[in-house]
């Protein structure tokens, strides 16, 4: 069965530093891409990073890049995502999602439950 578990979400002043993490169980995150994503109050889901372990690659949407770091641990199985220069627009519910291959960019099929991240102004 998968399972993805996220956590390390919490509260952080702006300029500070989380990262969160997804363990993954039921597959291993070598062999398909995985994405984290967000939902801030109010507002849609959006992709925030991902990556494909079929090419090594690593995307991220404009607003997160140069702050954002996404990595995955073989060892532990789980999928990191680095956040720092936290902002209080990066305020949200972050989730992290296996994707239907390798490769970023497809459909996902399997989520985690979600962590809140809180950051104050």
């Known amino acids: 069965e998968v399972q993805l578990q996220a956590s390390g979400g919490g509260l952080v002043q702006a300029g500070g530093s989380l990262r969160l993490s997804c363990a993954a169980s039921?597959?291993?995150?070598?062999?398909?891409?995985v994405g984290w994503f967000r939902q801030a109050p109010g507002k849609e889901r959006e992709g925030v990073s991902c990556?494909?372990?079929?090419?090594?690659?690593?995307t991220y949407i404009e607003a997160v890049k140069g702050r954002f770091t996404i990595s995955s641990d073989k060892a532990d199985n789980t999928v990191y995502l680095q956040m720092n220069s936290l902002k209080p627009e990066d305020t949200a519910v972050y989730y992290c999602a296996m994707g239907r291959g390798p490769l970023c960019g497809l459909q996902y099929d399997y989520w985690g439950q979600g962590t809140l991240v809180t950051v104050s102004s």
């Open positions: 039921g597959f291993t995150v070598d062999d398909y891409a």
């Open positions: 990556i494909s372990t079929a090419d090594g690659s690593a």
